[in-house]
């Protein structure tokens, strides 16, 4: 099936850095989520963005959805420790209780 | 609230065996589950989606006879993995709707095939 790809694909940061990752696709999307990943764990969602455009905080995370709807970014800013796991970009077509086309995840990991 | 479980978290089984994993709900009625599945270090790859009451819709590639998906109930969707083998190893992972806005997702279940 189809994958969003995201890059970086792993990062190493230390505390307190701003990260960037972002998140592209072939094709144009509706609704772009976010989700978090701790090892042996389903997602958990940390922000959904339903317009070209937009761009949302929650907490020390941020992300924008793309004027061409085919990609987003996500930012973290100030990191910390537990910040440590891996990121992933979804797209929908029909919002978020549709089916989620996940993109191939990015590994943060940060280090004192 | 919207809390979505799984049951087994880890399975063990032998090759030819049939493992059923619960998906539940527990406290909303969703509309609709799916079940992804996650081999290591990749992504969530969608298998199904799962109505209430009806047949479930399976993506292109995934074996409708060897995944088995009953939705008897708003709460409650299993996924039945017949006759497993070695490369069905995988973590499988269930999502359920409560509203148009909203996908909670299980813990998952680690599913591994001697």
């Known amino acids: 099936g189809q994958q969003l790809n995201q890059s970086p694909q792993s990062m190493f940061i230390q505390e307190g850095e701003d990260v960037s990752m972002n998140c592209t696709s072939s094709?144009?999307?509706?609704?772009w989520l976010w989700y978090k990943q701790d090892p042996g764990e389903g997602p958990v969602l940390l922000i959904a963005?339903?317009?070209?455009?937009e761009l949302t905080s929650n907490g020390r995370l941020t992300a924008q959805f793309g004027i061409t709807r085919k990609d987003s970014f996500l930012n973290i800013s100030a990191s910390i420790p537990s910040d440590v796991g891996i990121y992933f970009c979804?797209?929908?077509?029909?919002?978020?209780?549709?089916?989620?086309?996940f993109g191939t995840g990015t590994r943060l990991q940060v280090t004192l | 609230g919207a809390v979505v479980s799984q049951h087994p978290s880890w399975v063990i089984c032998k090759s030819g065996t049939s493992v059923k994993i619960e998906c539940r709900s527990l406290?909303?009625?969703?509309?609709?589950m799916f079940w992804y599945r996650q081999f290591p270090k990749q992504s969530l790859m969608l298998m199904a989606t799962?109505?209430?009451?009806?047949?479930?819709?399976?993506e292109q590639g995934v074996e409708k006879d060897k995944f088995l998906i009953n939705h008897a109930s708003l709460t409650l969707s299993t996924l039945t993995v017949t006759s497993a083998h070695p490369e069905d190893s995988s973590f499988y992972i269930c999502?359920?709707?409560?509203?148009?806005?909203?996908?909670?997702f299980g813990p998952g279940t680690r599913l591994t095939v001697l």
């Open positions: 799962s109505n209430e009451g009806s047949k479930a819709t399976y």
């Open positions: 094709s144009i999307f509706n609704t």
């Open positions: 979804a797209g929908s077509y029909t919002g978020t209780a549709s089916k989620l086309t």
């Open positions: 999502s359920a709707t409560r509203t148009y806005n909203e996908q909670f």
């Open positions: 963005l339903y317009k070209a455009g």
């Open positions: 406290d909303f009625q969703a509309t609709t």
